[in-house]
Every structure is written in C-alpha cells, then in structure tokens.
Nanobody
Framework: QVQLVESGGGLVQAGGSLRLSCAAS????????MGWYRQAPGKQRELVAT??????NYADSVKGRFTISRDNAKNTMYLQMNSLKPEDTAVYYC?????????????WGQGTQVTVSS
C-alpha cells in the first residue's frame, strides 16, 4: 500500500507561480514512475508531467512552464508551476506506479485544487 498526499494548491493570479508537493508514505526510489495529472470541471483527467527512470515528459500545454522533480530523501515529488494561466485551473493529482509480484499497480493521491484568476 502507498498513500500519496498532495499539497501546495491554492488561488493565484495569472502569471504567478505555485509549487505542488506529493508526499509518499514510503520510499519513492522504488517506484517505476511518478506523475502529475489534472482534471478541470467537465473535462477528463489529463497528463501534466511524468518522471520515470531519470526521464521526464510534459504535456505540450505546460512545456517550458512546469517542472517535475523528485526528492528521494524526502519521499516527495514536486511540480513547480510558473507563468500560470487561467486554463491551468484544475484539481491536480499525483500518482505512482509500483511494480508488484501480482503486476504493476497505480496509486493516486486525493488531489489539490489550483485556481488561476485572470
């Protein structure tokens, strides 16, 4: 079992910055991948950024503005969000992919709200 807890969301003006954190209940160094997703009202959940094996991947809409990082010593993943836009408003979720004998499993956090005002 893995518990993921997001924090750092809030209300910010367009052009501002926020840093989201995702704290895991156990060592993240064993996770095959971690990522950030978001879901805006009335829309499907979409990928924001992922981190796997030292590589990162970003949605086109956030490239150059968002940065995903991991601190293994703190068992925490981050999402630095700069130059925020109103269209970035969503609930942001972190997840992790864990390899198990029974097969891989994905855990999700409960989400944190990000609201960007124009």
């Amino acid at each position: 079992q893995v518990q993921l807890v997001e924090s750092g969301g809030g209300l910010v003006q367009a052009g501002g910055s926020l840093r989201l954190s995702c704290a895991a209940s156990r060592s993240i160094s064993s996770f095959t991948a971690m990522g950030w997703y978001r879901q805006a009202p009335g829309k499907q959940r979409e990928l924001v950024a992922t981190s796997s094996g030292g590589s990162t991947n970003y949605a086109d809409s956030v490239k150059g503005r968002f940065t995903i990082s991991r601190d293994n010593a703190k068992n925490t993943m981050y999402l630095q969000m700069n130059s925020l836009k109103p269209e970035d408003t969503a609930v942001y979720y972190c997840n992790c992919n864990v390899a198990r004998l029974a097969g891989p499993y994905i855990y999700w956090g409960q989400g944190t709200q990000v609201t960007v005002s124009s």
